[in-house]
Nanobody, 126 residues
Framework: QVQLVESGGDLVQAGGSLLLSCSAS????????MTWHRRAPGKQREVVAN???????NYADSVKGRFTVSRDNAKTTAFLQMNSLKPEDTGVYYC????????????????????WGQGTQVTVSS
C-alpha cells in the first residue's frame, strides 16, 4: 500500500511563511513528478508548483519568487516553502504524484498512477 500525506498547513498572518511537506509511505522504489495544487474557497483547483525526479521545477505565475518546491534526497518527500504569504494563498493544498513505483509484499513491483494526498489547510489572514 502507498500513501501520500501532506502536513504543515496552518493559520498565518499575511507576510508570514509556512513549510508544507508531502511524504510518501510504503516500500517506495521511485516517484516521478510531484505536484502541489491548491483549491481556494469558491475557486477551481490550480497547480501551484511541481518538481520532477531530476529536480526540474515549475511554478504558477502567482507564486513565482515566493514559493519554492523541493524534494529530499530519497525523493519520497516533497516540500513547499511558502514565503510572503498573501490572503489569496488561502486554500487546501494537495500533493500528487504522477507515478509511484513501489513494492507490494504479495504482488511485487507495482505502480500507482496519479496518486493524491488528502490535503492540508492553509489560511492566511490579512
Amino acid at each position: 500500500q502507498v500513501q501520500l500525506v501532506e502536513s504543515g498547513g496552518d493559520l498565518v498572518q499575511a507576510g508570514g511563511s509556512l513549510l508544507l511537506s508531502c511524504s510518501a509511505s510504503g516500500t517506495i522504489l521511485s516517484i516521478n513528478t510531484m505536484t502541489w495544487h491548491r483549491r481556494a474557497p469558491g475557486k477551481q483547483r490550480e497547480v501551484v508548483a511541481n518538481i520532477t525526479s531530476d529536480g526540474s521545477t515549475n511554478y504558477a505565475d502567482s507564486v513565482k519568487g515566493r514559493f519554492t518546491v523541493s524534494r529530499d534526497n530519497a525523493k519520497t518527500t516533497a516540500f513547499l516553502q511558502m514565503n510572503s504569504l498573501k490572503p489569496e494563498d488561502t486554500g487546501v493544498y494537495y500533493c500528487s504524484a504522477d507515478r509511484i513505483f513501489f513494492t507490494d509484499r504479495e504482488l511485487g513491483t507495482r505502480v500507482a498512477v496519479d496518486y493524491w494526498g488528502q490535503g492540508t489547510q492553509v489560511t492566511v489572514s490579512s
